[in-house]
């Protein structure tokens, strides 16, 4: 049977997810209200390849009206993912310790800024050089026609996938100041964790060796930084333990 405390919760979990649902749809509407310029605007790094066309095409009729929908639903998303975080939050924070909620709401304004990092190196940097690689390939009689709705998957994909793979500090970090894990443990697992983050990379980008390299790099730096982050908490506690 239903206790009142978890109907309290399950009314509480109801009315954030239908918070996050409006304000998804609100920024699904401004974005649709721009959809042709951000097309323009992701189309650019496929447009200043060398050996690119300087127009895609559609196969299918509806294909144009889908891509704009791709369009709105990622960038809605991309744009409320810190609303999205912030209602998360305020639905667990009430049932976590004090020192849990200390350790876990920094970490919530560094998930987005590298979120938002993540995205746009794979924008600026990545996926221009991915570009070039494959359509560095020519031959006479053949010519490269992309097609819109592969583009932008495959846009997409890097920008989340990178976006996503740059919040590695965060869990590690998250993990350490909720003792699960330690940087002693961390450093020690390193070798498995530069061999584990070469075959993320393989996963998440394509199979060109640059776009592996310019993922897997940064992941290495801040799987470091993750652990440089470890030591300094360390230390900081280790000073304030003789002053209780």
Request: hydrophobic share 55%; charged share 10%.
């Amino acid at each position: 049977m239903m206790t009142p405390a978890t109907f309290k919760h399950l009314t509480e979990l109801r009315r954030r997810l239908i918070l996050s649902l409006l304000v998804l749809c609100a920024a699904m509407a401004v974005v649709y209200g721009f959809k042709a310029p951000l097309l323009n605007v992701l189309l650019q790094p496929l447009l200043a390849t060398p050996n690119a066309p300087q127009s895609l095409v559609f196969s299918a009729v509806p294909e144009l009206f889908f891509a704009y929908l791709k369009i709105t639903v990622w960038g809605g998303v991309f744009l409320t993912l810190p609303v999205f975080m912030h209602q998360i939050w305020h639905f667990f924070a009430p049932g976590l310790y004090k020192h849990e909620r200390r350790a876990v709401w920094p970490l919530l304004v560094a998930a987005p800024l590298l979120f938002y990092g993540g995205g746009l190196f794979a924008y600026l940097g990545v996926l221009p050089l991915a570009l070039t690689f494959f359509l560095g390939f020519t031959q006479q009689g053949v010519v490269a026609l992309p097609n819109i709705t592969e583009y932008l998957g495959l846009l997409f994909n890097f920008a989340f996938g990178f976006g996503l793979a740059f919040n590695l500090p965060v869990v590690l970090v998250l993990l350490m100041r909720l003792g699960v894990l330690t940087h002693t443990q961390l450093a020690r697992w390193r070798r498995f964790a530069i061999v584990a983050v070469f075959v993320l990379a393989t996963l998440i980008t394509p199979p060109d060796p640059f776009s592996q390299l310019l993922l897997a790099l940064p992941l290495v730096g801040l799987y470091e930084l993750a652990i440089l982050i470890g030591r300094l908490q360390a230390s900081h506690k280790a000073v304030k333990k003789p002053e209780k």
